[in-house]
């Protein structure tokens, strides 16, 4: 079983501040997820990656396969930011969320005005 | 927009009582998923499918059930409520190889 390991986390930033969250597992994947879950629960998908880099907007996601790492980065941080990011992985012998994801336990961020 | 919804999204209820999680989507995915996740931490797989018919057992063991009669529709059941169910359960849905899309969860507390 595909071992997460998130850090920080927990990470309070100030408005404007370059954020990185990192994300380490043990084992060969499919995809990687990038998770974003308000305080109200519901859950947003920000990124999924198997190679390399996207971006949308403020946030950046890389992810370097054969180190098993990828990092979640937010520029120009804002207090609406503010939510817990959570990395999941899609199990390489599975398909591709087949069998559903497995998760890290997620950051907290707050980004303070 | 991701378009997948879940009912209630709040629900208090006593010990005993069965209780029916809806989760419908409108996407036409085939792989539907139920994640279970206590306040403050990860979220877990209780349940998932492949397709209609098609129901299989997650990582953490559940005693709820679920059903997949129709593509749209996944629907979880606990047949006796306890509190040690009180937990918020989250639903998403994927077409194979893209990514999942979550439905907003249901707070469940029971008494």
């Known amino acids: 079983k595909n071992e997460v390991e998130q850090s920080p986390q927990n990470l309070t930033a100030q408005e404007g501040e370059f954020i990185t969250i990192n994300c380490s597992y043990s084992?060969?994947?499919?995809?990687l997820h990038w998770l974003q879950q308000h305080p109200g629960g519901g859950i947003v998908s920000l990124f999924m990656?198997?190679?390399g880099k996207k971006k949308h907007g403020r946030l950046i996601a890389t992810i370097n396969i054969q180190e098993k790492h990828s990092s979640l980065h937010i520029t120009a941080s804002h207090p609406r930011d503010s939510a817990v990011y959570i990395c999941?992985?899609?199990?390489?012998?599975?398909?591709?969320?087949?069998?559903?994801?497995?998760f890290g336990k997620g950051t907290h961020l707050i980004i303070q005005p | 927009e991701a378009d997948i919804y879940q009912t209630p999204r709040y629900l208090v209820i006593g010990t005993g009582k069965k209780i029916t999680l809806e989760c419908s989507q409108t996407?036409?995915?085939?792989?539907m998923y139920w994640y279970q996740q206590d306040p403050g931490m990860e979220l877990h797989l209780i349940h998932y499918?492949?397709?209609?018919?098609?129901?299989e057992k997650g990582d953490l063991s559940s005693e709820s059930t679920v059903s997949r009669i129709r593509t749209e529709h996944f629907p979880l059941t606990l047949e006796s409520a306890r509190p040690s169910h009180t937990s918020q359960y989250l639903c998403?849905?994927?077409?194979?190889?893209?990514?999942?899309?979550f439905g907003p969860g249901t707070r469940l507390l029971v008494l």
């Open positions: 998403a849905s994927s077409e194979q190889g893209l990514a999942q899309y």
């Open positions: 084992v060969g994947i499919s995809a």
């Open positions: 990656l198997s190679s």
């Open positions: 999941a992985l899609a199990d390489m012998y599975s398909g591709g969320g087949a069998d559903g994801l497995t």
């Open positions: 996407m036409g995915h085939d792989k």
């Open positions: 499918s492949y397709g209609v018919n098609s129901t």
